[in-house]
T-cell receptor
Framework: EAGVAQSPRYKIIEKRQSVAFWCNPI?????LYWYQQILGQGPKLLIQ????????DSQLPKDRFSAERLKGVDSTLKIQPAKLEDSAVYLC????????????FGPGTRLTVL | QKEVEQNSGPLSVPEGAIASLNCTYS??????FFWYRQYSGKSPELIMS????GDKEDGRFTAQLNKASQYVSLLIRDSQPSDSATYLC???????????FGRGTSLIVHP
């Protein structure tokens, strides 16, 4: 069974530039999560989708971050414009519906903002 | 806001010993509890899930849940150097729909 796919694996940009990350969840997983993990901290949920609808985006900095999951499968997370403090690993995870379900993580995208 | 607390460590144990990792959570309505292992530079990997009070064993790993005390722990028996990693506690369900992770405990198993 294929796992959660993410790309790119690494990205280096300068502040005020834009960047986008892509995620393809495990087949059949209706729930998709984007997390931000800063070095030395646990993953922080940015947004949770159920199929193509947003379940929770209360911790997403909406002035610069956006995410979509148009067909209920793949998802894209965008940052525009990036700040130095956005340097982190961005993790995508998927699960069967509900936060009681086990989540499976992709390899992550390590973003460095200079 | 739901909080999950873990001692960041590092917790250092000799090879073959029992490692005990602890986690407390604030949302009394939480329903699901997970332990993830994260090697340096890698993504979290689920190792245990527990949903009801008591113990759950899987190989060398035992998860313990006490909802009255809002406490969940992970025991690793016969610790191996390959167990050296950061262990993340995660809590889901309950009044807040947001799944929440602790900051993780770094475990070092030395030969």
């Amino acid at each position: 069974e294929a796992g959660v796919a993410q790309s790119p694996r690494y990205k280096i940009i300068e502040k005020r530039q834009s960047v986008a990350f892509w995620c393809n969840p495990i087949s059949g997983h209706a729930t998709l999560y984007w997390y931000q993990q800063i070095l030395g901290q646990g993953p922080k949920l940015l947004i949770q989708f159920q199929n193509n609808g947003v379940v929770d985006d209360s911790q997403l900095p909406k002035d610069r971050f956006s995410a979509e999951r148009l067909k209920g499968v793949d998802s894209t997370l965008k940052i525009q414009p990036a700040k130095l403090e956005d340097s982190a690993v961005y993790l995508c995870a998927s699960s069967f519906p509900g936060t009681s379900s086990e989540q499976f993580f992709g390899p992550g995208t390590r973003l460095t903002v200079l | 806001q739901k909080e999950v607390e873990q001692n960041s460590g590092p917790l250092s144990v000799p090879e073959g010993a029992i490692a005990s990792l602890n986690c407390t959570y604030s949302d009394r309505g939480s329903q699901s509890f997970f332990w993830y292992r994260q090697y340096s530079g890698k993504s979290p990997e689920l190792i245990m899930s527990i949903y009801s009070n008591g113990d759950k064993e899987d190989g060398r790993f035992t998860a313990q849940l006490n909802k009255a005390s809002q406490y969940v722990s992970l025991l690793i028996r016969d610790s191996q150097p390959s167990d050296s990693a950061t262990y993340l506690c995660a809590v889901g369900g309950g009044g807040s729909y947001i799944p929440t992770f602790g900051r993780g405990t770094s475990l070092i198993v030395h030969p």
